[in-house]
Nanobody, 127 residues
Framework: QVQLVESGGGLVQAGGSLRLSCAAS????????MGWFRQAPGKQRELVAS???????NYADSVKGRCTISRDSAKHTVYLQMNSLKPEDTAVYYC?????????????????????WGQGTLVTVSS
């Protein structure tokens, strides 16, 4: 099993900054893409930013120029630096990882797809 643990959420005033972190642990064989999604009350979960294992990044139009995603592949950790925060950024932010996880037994070893989510961290931006 693979676990993702987010941290760094909280309450911030509009115009402020926050840095979210997400660390993956467990039976990780490889992580190809890590990303951040968010879900505001009454809205669907949406992609905020993602980063591949060769550091290709993708951002939602709503956060371009304000957010930067980065990763430490050796630590299976992804970060999201958020600046110039707006009240509309208020949401629960979820970390996501895609790749491969391994399983093993007394005489077996195998790989299976990894598609894991964190438990979420709340970001509240006050006006």
């Amino acid at each position: 099993q693979v676990q993702l643990v987010e941290s760094g959420g909280g309450l911030v005033q509009a115009g402020g900054s926050l840095r979210l972190s997400c660390a993956a642990s467990g039976s990780i064989f490889s992580i190809d893409t890590m990303g951040w999604f968010r879900q505001a009350p009454g809205k669907q979960r949406e992609l905020v930013a993602s980063i591949t294992n060769v550091d290709n990044t993708n951002y939602a139009d709503s956060v371009k120029g304000r957010c930067t995603i980065s990763r430490d592949s050796a630590k299976h950790t992804v970060y999201l630096q958020m600046n110039s925060l707006k009240p509309e950024d208020t949401a629960v932010y979820y970390c996501h990882a895609e790749g491969e996880t391994y399983y093993s037994g007394s005489r077996t070893f195998g790989l299976k797809p990894l598609d894991a989510w964190g438990q979420g961290t709340l970001v509240t931006v006050s006006s």
